[in-house]
């Protein structure tokens, strides 16, 4: 094609273009003639939206997740809109909006026809810097239509902003507009898109930064300064030079924003801690009783449990899993980039929490390897930190010896030591384990360990996974028995015994004769278990059960539910024990404290139903009162930078040693403070260092001034708790039986099948092992006054762990490796033999569902009259004609949040 042809062709199309932009004007100015006019008014009226709504203008943030000791583990939402008042915003603001959309904004009356003359003629000439709509027009498309480009659309624009500019003042309309438009970068409004952009309030932009966020409208993506910052640029000098124009800022002014950086400071919110089961355990608790909505909520939810207590257990669960994992051997490199047998990339093996996926490059034998990670660092490991992978796994009851460890491209893990000098070979474990903790006393959950680690395993096995409690559920049906008059000195026989074709064994093989019922328990012997259970009642124990939290439907009705073939989440296992701990009572587990808006106002706080109302109501005031106190004095620490909990903080990040066998091994004591402090100085040294840290807290004071809506300003503030009085928690079980449990809970530590616990040096501790056939689950549930702990250990898939994986060998030691750092330094108690709460047992009710209403009945089906003089209950709902459920897989997915966070049993 010539230059002329080509030269033609582009005229052509330029007049056509002008042609029909002439004629959609001219359509649009027909239309404004009053008949046409007020006839299409008639027919698009009825369909136009109430106003009513528009200046209530929504609060959108992320909604933030804190731990009891206020730390940010969790940040939910991408979507950020603060509004505000006609008076918030700066005048300058405003000259840049109406510069870059809308200049005739507080002269015209809706519609602008310059605006649409300027639209089409810079729509023809391909140089478009503002848009055809004003203001008000730009409104009723964001508040109430879509931005489909249809001709019918377009009309119902134009007169609904004619309906805006009737019914509101410019300042309204200019506040609508500033609040609702999208800004990029999520930002909606211009609050926010000062923060998102700048972490400035709007008094603190400049006129550069002003014009930058003006520039935004029109096209959030294609003038975005993270993204196209030379186009930003361009177009917000182009806006500066308007502003000029307009006489809205001077010479000087311009000249200085223009020359102006683009200068961004992005908000960035980081966690102060990486706990992303609780995170996840309270975003779905969230999303489940309030909808999707809550992510954008601006809510800060605050937790019962502490970031120091949880890293605790986090670490507990792994050096746990980690000591089992060595027991059994190497099992080999997960993936090799050249062998097709298990071919693998390094670029999709994740990070591990400090394990780091790299590719063999070099095989020393006998002297380690070499190895390159993703970024392409070369690290070396050295033969005295892979040893430990000479003993290979074969299959969970046998292994081998051999030196060859690693070949040339295998994928292995490695991870370094405390001062990153060393690494290591490591071996992510196959095998998984959970550990919640509970205050008996409340149910506040103290900490919950759903896996290994989050990002291998996001499944919560702690409060999701059903698996058989094996021995932890005896005492429960122990408990039965002593309701009924058995005392643990009850002689109980453990000869054989055969029900049917079912022939019981004890684990030993071996049959102690008539031996006490506490004897029985605290060695876990299985045909004592079944004769307590036959004498009880089937029936009678699955009734107490349900009352303990876990789920009848779930509990077989056959005498092997006295060896736990029935199915119980560690969550209710706990629950259950709880039981034992505070005296008789049910506590209903909880893990949101408080919840709080984006402002601090709060929202909602926890009023659980206690152990012993009475004893906490008796000692509200002063509680109130020392809370207070403490809240005071940690502000004042803080403030002077001595802050507990910056000191507690710093603590809990130091490197963990995983790998250290022994779980209650001494932690390495500081150094000598005094010898260092030794080290002489000269007094020009000292004042070069108290005038630079003077510079330093200067700098730091200016920035915080002027970078004053950053995302720390954003955290929650930190406030006392004030508790109200409490209500008195169902009791299930007598004190005097509760007590005789406990005791012989202890007796499991002292003198049974956990007297490997005894290592922990307290009296004031007592629990239960637990394993299941082929040791497919380990468990150990422990209890102390002031914390239950249950530990469950096992594959996703149930196979045997191995023929001495007994509860006592994998999970009690995450036990004590947890309990031994929880109560260090605490005095030793233990449950009381009195009825604090002076409350009574009742049976449990039922409410049955009728197509009449409720009633109350009993277990045995007789119905309840009202008495209101009767103490807290455990009720349970259901309909009278409703069958047991088909039992659900072990790792379903079912757990209900809601229920969790409420005072009603778990199993309702």
Same mark, same amino acid.
């Given at each position: ?26 359509? *649009? ?16 009226? $009825? ?83 503002t848009g055809g709509s004003t203001i008000t027009q730009q409104v009723a498309k964001n ?28 300042? !309204? ?20 898109? /000062? ?65 102006? $950086? ?71 490199? $997960? ?62 009851? &046998? ?28 071996? *992510? ?41 094996? &021995? ?61 259970l036959r004498s009880a009642g089937i029936s009678d124990t699955r009734e107490l059960l ?11 009705n056959t005498l092997s539910l006295a060896l736990g073939s029935g199915e119980a989440t ?55 009162? !020392? ?59 000292? /004042? ?20 004053? /809506? ?33 005791? *012989? ?121 009202? !008495? ?29 949040? /809601? ?10």
């Amino acid at each position: 094609m010539t230059q002329s042809t080509a030269a033609t062709f582009t005229w052509m199309k330029f007049l056509l273009n002008l042609l029909v932009a002439i004629l959609a004007f001219l359509f *649009i100015l027909v239309l404004a003639f009053p008949i046409g006019f007020y006839g299409m008014a008639m027919y698009i009226s $009825p369909s136009l939206p109430s106003l009513d709504d528009l200046k209530k203008a929504k609060l959108s943030m992320p909604l933030q997740i804190y731990t009891e000791d206020n730390q940010l583990i969790g940040q939910y939402g991408n979507d950020m809109s603060l509004p505000v008042s006609y008076e918030q915003i700066p005048k300058n603001m405003v000259n840049a909006f109406l510069a870059a959309e809308d200049s005739s904004f507080f002269q015209h009356s809706g519609i602008s026809i310059k605006g649409i003359g300027r639209a089409l003629t810079e729509a023809v000439s391909e140089d478009s810097q503002t848009g055809g709509s004003t203001i008000t027009q730009q409104v009723a498309k964001n508040y109430f239509l879509s931005s489909e480009r249809t001709l019918n659309r377009k009309l119902t624009e134009l007169f609904l902003a004619r309906k805006i500019e009737e019914k509101l003042s410019k300042q !309204d309309i200019m506040t609508l507009y500033v609040n609702k438009i999208y800004l990029g970068q999520g930002a909606y409004g211009i609050k926010a898109a /000062a923060k998102q952009y700048y972490s400035k309030s709007l008094n603190n932009l400049t006129i550069a930064e002003m014009a930058m966020i003006a520039g935004l409208p029109k096209a959030p993506s294609k003038y975005n300064p993270v993204a196209n910052p030379e186009r930003a640029l361009e177009r917000r000098n182009w806006i500066l030079g308007q502003m000029l124009k307009n006489g809205a800022i001077s010479q000087v002014q311009h000249d200085e924003a223009v020359a102006a $950086p683009i200068g961004l400071r992005l908000y960035q919110a980081k966690l102060d801690k990486n706990l992303p089961y609780l995170a996840e355990m309270t975003r779905a608790s969230l999303v489940e009783q309030y909808g999707e909505a809550v992510i954008n909520s601006g809510w800060r939810v605050k937790l019962t449990i502490n970031s120091e207590a949880q890293e605790i257990a986090e670490n507990a669960i792994k050096r746990g899993l980690f000591a089992y994992d060595r027991r059994h051997g190497w099992r080999g490199a $997960p993936a090799n980039t050249k062998d097709k047998e298990k071919l693998g990339k390094l670029a999709n093996f994740p990070v591990i929490h400090s394990f780091y996926p790299v590719e063999v490059t070099k095989v020393y034998p006998g002297n380690g390897f070499d190895a390159v990670m993703k970024d392409g660092t070369q690290i070396k490991v050295p033969w005295s930190n892979m040893r430990w992978a000479t003993l290979h796994y074969r299959n969970p009851n &046998s292994a081998f010896i051999s030196n060859n460890i690693v070949n040339l491209h295998d994928i292995v893990y490695v991870t370094s030591n405390a001062d990153n000098t060393s690494w290591s070979l490591v071996q *992510i474990p196959a095998v998984e384990g959970s550990l919640v903790s509970v205050n008996p006393e409340t149910g506040a959950l103290l900490a919950v360990v759903g896996g290994f680690d989050f990002n291998k395993s996001k499944f919560n096995r702690a409060i999701q996974g059903y698996r058989q409690p094996g &021995s932890t559920i005896k005492p429960l049906v122990y408990t039965t028995a002593l309701e009924k008059g058995f005392s643990p000195d009850t002689m109980i026989s453990d000869d054989p015994l055969t029900v049917g074709s079912w022939k019981p064994k004890n684990s030993d093989g071996r049959n102690l004769g008539m031996i006490p019922l506490r004897k029985g328990l605290y060695l876990s012997r299985n045909l004592v278990s079944i004769r307590v259970l036959r004498s009880a009642g089937i029936s009678d124990t699955r009734e107490l059960l349900n009352e303990f939290g876990l789920e009848k439907e779930r509990m077989p009705n056959t005498l092997s539910l006295a060896l736990g073939s029935g199915e119980a989440t560690p969550l209710q296992m706990a629950t259950g024990y709880a039981t034992f701990a505070n005296g008789g009572h049910r506590i209903q587990p909880y893990f949101i404290q408080q919840i709080f808006d984006y402002n601090g106002k709060l929202q909602y706080q926890a009023n659980p139903k206690q152990a012993c109302a009475v004893c906490f109501n008796n000692d509200l005031q002063q509680t109130n009162e !020392d809370n207070l106190t403490a809240f005071q004095e940690q502000q004042t620490a803080l403030l002077s930078g001595q802050s507990k909990n910056m000191q507690a903080g710093d603590k809990a990040t130091e490197k963990s040693d995983l790998f250290n066998a022994n779980p209650l091994a001494k932690t390495k004591e500081p150094e000598n403070l005094d010898k260092q402090d030794k080290k002489k100085i000269s007094k020009e040294e000292a /004042a070069l260092e108290a005038s630079t840290q003077q510079m330093l807290a200067r700098q730091a004071s200016l920035e915080a001034q002027l970078y004053d /809506a950053g995302p720390d300003t954003d955290k929650l503030k930190p406030m006392p708790i004030q508790y109200i009085a409490a209500q008195q928690a169902p009791r299930i079980l007598s004190s005097n039986v509760a007590f005789q449990m406990a005791n *012989i809970l202890r007796d499991v530590i002292q003198r049974g099948t956990a007297i490997k616990a005894r290592a922990l040096g307290r009296s004031d501790v007592g629990g239960k092992t637990g394993t299941t056939n082929d040791a497919k689950d380990a468990w150990f549930a422990g209890i102390h006054p002031r914390m239950v702990t249950t530990v469950w250990v096992g594959f996703d898939q149930p196979i045997g762990m191995g023929k001495k994986e007994f509860g006592g060998v994998a999970a009690l030691p995450i036990w004590m490796d947890f309990t031994s750092k929880m109560l260090k330094g605490q005095p030793v108690e233990w449950v009381s033999v009195n009825n604090r709460a002076k409350s009574k047992k009742q049976e449990q009710e039922t409410i049955e569902l009728t197509d009449n209403g409720t009633r109350r009945v009993d277990s045995k089906g007789n119905e309840i009259t009202s !008495d209101d003089s009767k103490p807290p209950q455990a009720v349970t709902r259901k309909r009278p004609e409703e069958q047991a459920s088909v039992p659900m897989p072990t790792t379903g997915n079912n757990i209900n949040y /809601a229920q969790l966070n409420s005072n009603k049993p778990l199993n309702e």
